[in-house]
Protein backbone atom coordinates (compact mmCIF):
# COMPACT_ATOMS: atom_id res chain seq x y z
CA UNK A 1 0.00 0.00 0.00
CA UNK A 2 1.60 3.56 -0.96
CA UNK A 3 -0.19 7.08 0.44
CA UNK A 4 1.20 10.26 -0.88
CA UNK A 5 1.09 13.38 0.88
CA UNK A 6 2.57 17.29 0.60
CA UNK A 7 3.90 17.24 4.08
CA UNK A 8 4.14 13.68 6.16
CA UNK A 9 4.67 14.25 9.69
CA UNK A 10 6.09 11.74 11.78
CA UNK A 11 5.23 11.98 15.88
CA UNK A 12 1.74 11.80 16.90
CA UNK A 13 2.74 13.89 20.16
CA UNK A 14 1.91 17.51 20.47
CA UNK A 15 4.44 18.87 18.19
CA UNK A 16 3.08 16.23 15.73
CA UNK A 17 -0.76 17.14 15.37
CA UNK A 18 -0.28 20.45 16.10
CA UNK A 19 2.01 21.56 13.01
CA UNK A 20 0.01 18.73 10.72
CA UNK A 21 -3.24 20.69 11.99
CA UNK A 22 -1.44 24.21 11.35
CA UNK A 23 -0.26 22.82 7.60
CA UNK A 24 -3.28 21.12 6.41
CA UNK A 25 -5.09 24.46 5.25
CA UNK A 26 -3.94 24.49 2.51
CA UNK A 27 -2.00 21.12 2.31
CA UNK A 28 -2.43 17.07 2.27
CA UNK A 29 -0.95 15.89 5.36
CA UNK A 30 -0.67 12.47 6.43
CA UNK A 31 0.71 11.76 10.23
CA UNK A 32 2.44 8.42 11.64
CA UNK A 33 2.60 7.33 14.98
CA UNK A 34 4.71 4.19 16.06
CA UNK A 35 2.19 3.33 18.92
CA UNK A 36 -1.13 2.16 18.67
CA UNK A 37 -2.11 5.29 20.29
CA UNK A 38 -1.78 9.14 19.83
CA UNK A 39 0.25 10.89 22.80
CA UNK A 40 1.75 7.85 24.28
CA UNK A 41 4.97 9.24 25.43
CA UNK A 42 5.72 12.38 27.03
CA UNK A 43 2.69 14.22 26.05
CA UNK A 44 0.28 11.91 27.37
CA UNK A 45 2.58 12.09 30.61
CA UNK A 46 3.33 15.55 30.88
CA UNK A 47 2.15 17.06 34.17
CA UNK A 48 0.11 19.67 32.73
CA UNK A 49 1.22 23.19 33.91
CA UNK A 50 1.48 26.65 32.38
CA UNK A 51 3.82 28.31 33.79
CA UNK A 52 5.16 31.74 32.42
CA UNK A 53 7.84 31.79 35.23
CA UNK A 54 9.27 28.74 33.79
CA UNK A 55 12.43 27.66 31.75
CA UNK A 56 14.74 30.54 29.71
CA UNK A 57 13.76 33.70 28.56
CA UNK A 58 13.13 32.11 24.85
CA UNK A 59 11.13 29.57 26.63
CA UNK A 60 8.83 32.04 28.56
CA UNK A 61 8.05 34.19 25.83
CA UNK A 62 6.69 31.62 23.99
CA UNK A 63 4.63 30.35 26.73
CA UNK A 64 2.98 34.00 27.13
CA UNK A 65 2.92 34.31 23.50
CA UNK A 66 0.73 31.02 23.85
CA UNK A 67 -1.57 32.64 26.31
CA UNK A 68 -4.42 33.89 23.76
CA UNK A 69 -4.78 30.51 22.12
CA UNK A 70 -4.74 28.83 25.65
CA UNK A 71 -7.75 31.75 26.48
CA UNK A 72 -9.81 31.25 23.84
CA UNK A 73 -8.95 28.52 21.22
CA UNK A 74 -10.38 27.91 17.54
CA UNK A 75 -13.83 26.10 17.24
CA UNK A 76 -12.79 22.38 17.66
CA UNK A 77 -11.66 22.75 20.82
CA UNK A 78 -12.45 21.70 24.22
CA UNK A 79 -12.84 24.78 26.40
CA UNK A 80 -11.63 25.65 28.89
CA UNK A 81 -8.27 24.59 28.45
CA UNK A 82 -6.62 26.35 31.63
CA UNK A 83 -7.75 26.24 34.99
CA UNK A 84 -6.13 28.36 37.32
CA UNK A 85 -3.46 26.91 39.70
CA UNK A 86 -1.29 29.83 41.09
CA UNK A 87 2.08 28.35 41.50
CA UNK A 88 4.31 29.06 44.46
CA UNK A 89 8.32 29.42 44.27
CA UNK A 90 9.72 29.21 47.25
CA UNK A 91 13.64 29.27 48.49
CA UNK A 92 15.51 28.23 51.87
CA UNK A 93 17.20 31.12 53.40
CA UNK A 94 20.05 30.59 51.89
CA UNK A 95 19.04 30.84 48.45
CA UNK A 96 16.78 34.38 49.02
CA UNK A 97 19.35 36.47 46.37
CA UNK A 98 18.66 33.61 43.66
CA UNK A 99 15.12 34.11 44.83
CA UNK A 100 15.15 38.12 44.31
CA UNK A 101 17.50 37.77 40.75
CA UNK A 102 14.38 35.07 39.61
CA UNK A 103 11.83 37.63 40.11
CA UNK A 104 13.84 40.35 37.90
CA UNK A 105 14.28 38.04 35.44
CA UNK A 106 10.58 36.98 34.82
CA UNK A 107 8.64 40.05 35.79
CA UNK A 108 9.17 41.71 32.56
CA UNK A 109 6.52 39.15 30.78
CA UNK A 110 4.93 38.12 34.38
CA UNK A 111 4.10 41.78 35.94
CA UNK A 112 2.05 40.13 38.39
CA UNK A 113 4.27 38.53 39.47
CA UNK A 114 4.48 39.14 43.67
CA UNK A 115 7.53 38.71 46.45
CA UNK A 116 6.55 36.46 49.43
CA UNK A 117 7.94 36.81 52.97
CA UNK A 118 8.68 33.81 54.94
CA UNK A 119 5.71 34.02 56.71
CA UNK A 120 3.29 34.30 53.76
CA UNK A 121 4.96 31.51 51.48
CA UNK A 122 4.82 29.03 54.49
CA UNK A 123 0.97 29.94 54.92
CA UNK A 124 0.08 29.93 51.45
CA UNK A 125 1.68 26.66 50.75
CA UNK A 126 0.59 24.96 53.44
CA UNK A 127 3.05 22.49 53.53
CA UNK A 128 6.11 23.94 53.19
CA UNK A 129 8.27 24.12 56.68
CA UNK A 130 8.27 27.25 58.33
CA UNK A 131 11.57 27.04 59.46
CA UNK A 132 12.71 26.26 56.36
CA UNK A 133 11.47 28.61 53.95
CA UNK A 134 13.54 32.26 53.60
CA UNK A 135 10.90 33.78 50.71
CA UNK A 136 8.85 32.93 47.76
CA UNK A 137 7.39 34.46 44.77
CA UNK A 138 3.55 33.80 43.54
CA UNK A 139 2.76 33.90 39.90
CA UNK A 140 -1.31 34.66 40.25
CA UNK A 141 -1.72 33.59 36.53
CA UNK A 142 -0.54 30.45 36.48
CA UNK A 143 -2.63 26.88 35.62
CA UNK A 144 -2.92 23.37 35.08
CA UNK A 145 -4.00 22.62 31.38
CA UNK A 146 -6.46 19.88 29.74
CA UNK A 147 -3.50 18.57 27.77
CA UNK A 148 -6.03 15.69 26.47
CA UNK A 149 -8.70 18.25 25.23
CA UNK A 150 -5.79 20.99 23.37
CA UNK A 151 -4.48 17.27 21.92
CA UNK A 152 -7.26 16.10 21.05
CA UNK A 153 -8.43 19.34 19.55
CA UNK A 154 -5.58 19.33 17.15
CA UNK A 155 -6.24 15.31 16.29
CA UNK A 156 -9.95 16.06 15.20
CA UNK A 157 -8.66 19.59 13.18
CA UNK A 158 -6.31 17.55 11.17
CA UNK A 159 -9.05 14.99 10.28
CA UNK A 160 -11.56 18.39 9.30
CA UNK A 161 -8.99 19.04 7.29
CA UNK A 162 -8.26 16.22 5.12
CA UNK A 163 -5.47 14.81 7.34
CA UNK A 164 -5.08 11.55 7.42
CA UNK A 165 -3.45 9.58 10.58
CA UNK A 166 -2.10 6.19 11.12
CA UNK A 167 -1.28 4.79 13.93
CA UNK A 168 0.89 1.60 14.68
CA UNK A 169 3.12 2.82 12.06
CA UNK A 170 6.52 3.35 13.17
CA UNK A 171 9.03 4.51 10.23
CA UNK A 172 11.71 1.74 9.49
CA UNK A 173 13.09 3.71 6.15
CA UNK A 174 13.54 6.97 4.60
CA UNK A 175 14.97 7.85 1.07
CA UNK A 176 14.83 10.47 -1.22
CA UNK A 177 13.98 9.95 -4.70
CA UNK A 178 13.79 13.03 -7.16
CA UNK A 179 11.25 15.28 -5.53
CA UNK A 180 9.97 13.39 -2.51
CA UNK A 181 10.47 11.32 0.20
CA UNK A 182 9.93 7.66 0.42
CA UNK A 183 8.62 6.68 3.78
CA UNK A 184 8.79 3.13 4.97
CA UNK A 185 6.46 1.66 8.15
CA UNK A 186 7.24 -1.06 10.14
CA UNK A 187 4.41 -2.76 8.50
CA UNK A 188 5.76 -2.17 5.34
CA UNK A 189 3.25 0.34 4.24
CA UNK A 190 5.02 3.10 2.04
CA UNK A 191 4.46 6.98 2.29
CA UNK A 192 5.21 9.18 0.00
CA UNK A 193 5.47 13.13 0.76
CA UNK A 194 7.68 16.20 -0.76
CA UNK A 195 8.53 17.43 3.25
CA UNK A 196 8.63 15.22 5.72
CA UNK A 197 8.27 16.89 9.38
CA UNK A 198 10.59 14.96 12.27
CA UNK A 199 7.90 15.54 15.45
CA UNK A 200 9.16 11.92 16.91
CA UNK A 201 10.32 13.35 20.37
CA UNK A 202 12.59 11.16 22.00
CA UNK A 203 13.29 9.29 19.00
CA UNK A 204 13.95 12.51 16.76
CA UNK A 205 17.97 11.91 16.31
CA UNK A 206 16.87 7.75 15.32
CA UNK A 207 13.96 9.22 12.67
CA UNK A 208 17.04 12.03 11.43
CA UNK A 209 19.78 9.32 10.88
CA UNK A 210 17.11 7.06 8.82
CA UNK A 211 17.06 10.01 6.83
CA UNK A 212 20.20 9.87 6.24
CA UNK A 213 20.82 13.29 8.75
CA UNK A 214 23.41 14.08 11.12
CA UNK A 215 22.17 13.72 14.41
CA UNK A 216 21.46 17.22 16.54
CA UNK A 217 22.13 16.02 19.67
CA UNK A 218 18.75 15.77 21.17
CA UNK A 219 19.06 13.65 24.36
CA UNK A 220 16.17 12.29 25.87
CA UNK A 221 15.84 12.85 29.54
CA UNK A 222 13.66 11.23 32.16
CA UNK A 223 12.16 12.88 34.77
CA UNK A 224 10.79 10.68 38.00
CA UNK A 225 6.70 11.56 38.70
CA UNK A 226 4.71 10.13 41.96
CA UNK A 227 1.48 10.44 44.02
CA UNK A 228 1.20 10.22 47.73
CA UNK A 229 -2.22 10.65 49.54
CA UNK A 230 -2.87 13.68 51.86
CA UNK A 231 -1.80 13.98 55.43
CA UNK A 232 -4.80 13.87 57.76
CA UNK A 233 -6.29 17.09 57.81
CA UNK A 234 -4.83 18.44 54.40
CA UNK A 235 -7.43 18.96 51.44
CA UNK A 236 -4.97 18.75 48.10
CA UNK A 237 -7.53 20.94 46.19
CA UNK A 238 -6.31 23.66 48.64
CA UNK A 239 -3.15 24.08 48.19
CA UNK A 240 -1.18 25.75 44.90
CA UNK A 241 1.41 24.31 42.79
CA UNK A 242 4.65 24.57 44.45
CA UNK A 243 8.78 24.41 43.60
CA UNK A 244 11.51 25.20 44.93
CA UNK A 245 13.91 27.86 43.21
CA UNK A 246 16.55 25.44 43.13
CA UNK A 247 15.03 22.92 40.59
CA UNK A 248 15.14 19.96 43.05
CA UNK A 249 11.55 19.00 43.75
CA UNK A 250 7.91 20.48 42.80
CA UNK A 251 4.26 19.12 43.77
CA UNK A 252 0.69 20.07 43.08
CA UNK A 253 -2.70 18.79 43.39
CA UNK A 254 -4.07 15.96 41.71
CA UNK A 255 -7.53 15.57 42.59
CA UNK A 256 -7.60 13.61 45.86
CA UNK A 257 -3.96 13.20 45.72
CA UNK A 258 -0.35 15.25 45.84
CA UNK A 259 1.61 14.51 42.50
CA UNK A 260 5.88 14.89 43.42
CA UNK A 261 8.37 15.06 41.84
CA UNK A 262 12.02 15.85 42.58
CA UNK A 263 12.48 17.26 39.18
CA UNK A 264 15.07 15.27 37.47
CA UNK A 265 16.59 14.96 34.64
CA UNK A 266 18.23 11.80 33.81
CA UNK A 267 19.85 10.81 30.80
CA UNK A 268 18.26 7.44 29.10
CA UNK A 269 17.63 6.21 25.73
CA UNK A 270 14.25 6.68 24.07
CA UNK A 271 11.95 4.13 25.38
CA UNK A 272 8.63 3.26 27.37
CA UNK A 273 10.16 5.54 30.63
CA UNK A 274 9.35 3.82 33.91
CA UNK A 275 10.35 5.14 37.57
CA UNK A 276 13.18 4.02 39.32
CA UNK A 277 12.68 3.34 42.96
CA UNK A 278 15.91 4.80 43.85
CA UNK A 279 14.95 8.29 42.49
CA UNK A 280 11.68 7.85 44.37
CA UNK A 281 13.41 7.11 47.34
CA UNK A 282 15.48 9.97 47.27
CA UNK A 283 12.84 12.64 46.20
CA UNK A 284 10.76 11.43 49.63
CA UNK A 285 13.91 12.39 51.39
CA UNK A 286 14.05 15.86 49.49
CA UNK A 287 10.36 16.49 49.73
CA UNK A 288 10.10 15.51 53.65
CA UNK A 289 12.95 17.69 54.45
CA UNK A 290 11.31 20.51 52.89
CA UNK A 291 7.74 19.93 53.57
CA UNK A 292 5.49 18.59 56.38
CA UNK A 293 4.04 15.56 53.96
CA UNK A 294 5.90 13.27 55.68
CA UNK A 295 5.77 10.80 52.42
CA UNK A 296 6.04 6.82 53.38
CA UNK A 297 4.75 5.28 51.06
CA UNK A 298 3.81 6.10 46.97
CA UNK A 299 0.65 5.50 45.37
Not at 99 to 110: C, G, K, P, R, T
Not at 142 to 150: H, K, N, Q, Y
Not at 170 to 182: F, K, V
Not at 194 to 201: E, I, K, L, M
Request: aromatic residues 6%; contains cysteine.
Amino acid sequence: MTSAYDVLVIGGGIAGVSIAYELATDRSVGLIEMESTLAYHTTGRSVATFLESYGGRTIRQLTTASRAFMEAPPDGFTRPLLKPLPLIWVAPHDQVDDLHAMYESVVELVPDMRELDDAEAAEITKVIRPDLVGAGLVEPGASEIDVAAIHGGYAAGLRGRGGEIHTGAGAAQMRRLDDHWEVSDRSGTVYRAHVVVNAAGSWCDAVGTLAGVEPVGIHPLRRTVFTIGAPDGLDPKTIPLVADVAGTFYLKPEGPQILCSPADEVPSEPCDARPDEIDIARAIDVINAATTLDIRHVR
